[in-house]
DNA sequence: TATGAATGAGACTTCATTCAT
DNA sequence: AATGAATGAAGTCTCATTCAT
């Protein structure tokens, strides 16, 4: 017997989240007080804690945005039938396009505080890297399978090729937080050459001479 | 003036650096108290005020960490005669070294701590720029001495690739300090790879069928 | 006018009474929150404050337990033609079967709640005075009673008699709640010792001797 | 190398702790707020927080006055030749006076607060239990003293003497704080009385009638 | 130079009470 | 009569910084 609906407690939910990411991405985590949110948000110090147990509870929902990752992994279909290595562009562009997207902004800086965070709050660090693993292992099934078609040099390691496209990624985001000229094309551009030197490279990917490097 | 030496000072303030690299590394800056700081240091609170202004001061002195980023660099001569590309190999072992060196964990954090307070410190944001672009403009130099002996293929936009392998290498300090796995070899590899792929690539890096993705 | 049978209305004051007796002994008065008596009486927020104004009505009705002291009293006839010692010994064999009485366990401790309450409370402490007053006056008048009737010495002070076996109970009733060892045997064996001997006593209650220290 | 002495630490200890006993003998624990006994001591908020770690530490510093019980026991000596009766009168009016002494008022109170508390923090109820513990020993064993020297009736039961003399003074207690009409000399008259009454007492302290209340 | 006690603004959170529904 | 979401003042405690010594 709640009082209100469902879809009003969850509009109360995203007044907050939306305004502690307005907080958040100006001011950072710590540098934000309560206040900031209430006062953003429009409601009452208590409204705020009925709808949140603690501030830290804002800012794991924020620095964990499940929404974002899988708004981006839908742009590629799970359809088994397509060519691996379209959706695997596919799925570059749409990085691509929310890296650069103006109305991402304020997640994008969020999520570079929840980098931060995630060295030392486990629940943080549990939610940044669960949000990492779903595009690598999306990635890394997509060049499976094009090895599996033979479209992809077979001694790939496709884990390593998967996570060095995720590094990519948040190091784009970084420039781009940081306002470092950052031009679509050319990251797509050379992602897209990147994907394609290493679809067709002949030397293995973990050669023994380097050997000696590893701890 | 001074009652004592410039060598006293000098280790007084690497006292202070040290014990706010360990207390940083572990709790992030904003986690940190002074009382922290002092307590590690082994000095007093007045003592820690007259060799930094405030606790800002602190962090972006720690933030900013001009020395690491020389060390590296300096892996690399300046020797004009040697081959581009294999200097370009060498910066990315030093690199790779430097991120799995056990003794530099605590550097990895607070770097990472360090981006984060870059979005709202412009002092500690124009220190990390500055410290990404020193790399970014040797590795640009070495592809464009490369371009011109004919090693790198010259419709390449150095730039764009300096870019690329900064922002892989930022990619791979996250995971390393999230304690992902990571392994030298495999990462060592895929660069390697990476650079050969893209110095033979024929495709321009900024072709023409992308310009739609730009905003 | 009103909507619902007084019968509801009791039944609805005494489940928050209830449930607050509960929070209170558990808790003491001002660590039990509202939400606590809320929760624990099953109604809501707007409900238990349609039947009391305000949680220190909740407070006073529960630190001044008119109905308890009357129980007890009751035990004891008000048969002026019956013994008024064996009288006085049901009285305190009442007390002492209410002190060991697990049923009353939370009563007890709410009470010395209400103890603590009486010092900065008037209403509560009127109320906590009006308890003990009662059976003050019944062990008084019990003792007038014997006096007449040559059973005690004319010499005793019935009212300071009174207040000191008063005294005694609510000290019993505090080790009583700290869960000291408390024998029931060995208290009114006691008590009855102290009434024999204080009946027979040939001492005044008042000696000049002691007028020294009188303040 | 402390920058104020030992007794200067305890000079603002004890600031605070006349403070907060000023406090919490008018409103009670926990109606007193830390600002109300900042406030009053004159000192400012972190200083408080100096010197004690919480609130609740300050409450058991005044809930368990160990002072005042010391300060009363050594009110009878402990010369093992002296007489036993005498002693126990001696502290019988030590406890007498202190309870009437204008002084000693706001004590009074704030251990009336502290029984309230004991319910309820375990470290409070311990330091009152070892409050009374200290009184009743000696009591016990003066007693017992008095038995063998034939001084006191042989089948007494000491304990439950000296926890009988125990609960009269804590209800002795409770009526002055409560500005009940509280006779020094009338409470002494009557525990003299009980005292002696009790030592020549012929009827066991646990007779068999009263087995069936026993629970 | 060096100390560390002291400051006080501001942090997060709770909770008795109200009132639109 | 009854609900429970909302309020906002007030609570406890922290912490970067200062300054008398």
Redesign the pocket.
């Known amino acids: 017997?709640?009082?209100?609906s469902q879809a009003?407690?969850d509009a109360?939910q995203n007044q907050i989240l939306d305004a502690a990411l307005a907080c958040f991405s100006e001011n950072g985590f710590?540098?934000?007080?309560?206040?900031?949110?209430?006062k953003r948000s429009?409601?009452?110090?208590?409204?705020?804690?009925?709808?949140?147990?603690?501030?830290?509870?804002?800012i794991e929902a924020l620095a964990v945005d499940r929404h974002r990752q899988e708004a981006i992994l839908s742009a590629v279909g799970t359809d088994q039938a397509e060519d691996p290595i379209a959706a695997l562009r596919k799925l570059v562009h749409a990085y691509a396009r929310w890296l650069t997207d103006p109305d991402a902004e304020r997640t994008r800086r969020v999520s570079v505080n929840g980098w931060s965070e995630a060295l030392r709050n486990e629940r943080v660090r549990a939610g940044v890297i669960e949000g990492i693993d779903a595009p690598r292992q999306m990635i890394t099934n997509l060049i499976e399978r094009a090895q599996s078609r033979g479209l992809w040099n077979r001694d790939a390691n496709p884990d390593a090729i998967a996570r060095t496209l995720v590094a990519l990624f948040q190091g784009f985001l970084l420039q781009k937080v940081w306002n470092e000229p950052l031009d679509i094309d050319v990251i797509v551009g050379t992602v897209d050459q990147m994907v394609t030197a290493l679809a067709t490279a002949k030397t293995p990917t973990k050669p023994r001479k380097q050997r000696a490097l590893e701890r």
Do not use: C, E, N, W
């Open positions: 017997m709640p009082k209100i009003q407690r109360r710590h540098q934000t007080g309560m206040a900031d949110i209430v429009g409601l009452s110090h208590g409204a705020v804690y009925l709808y949140f147990q603690s501030k830290d509870d804002i």
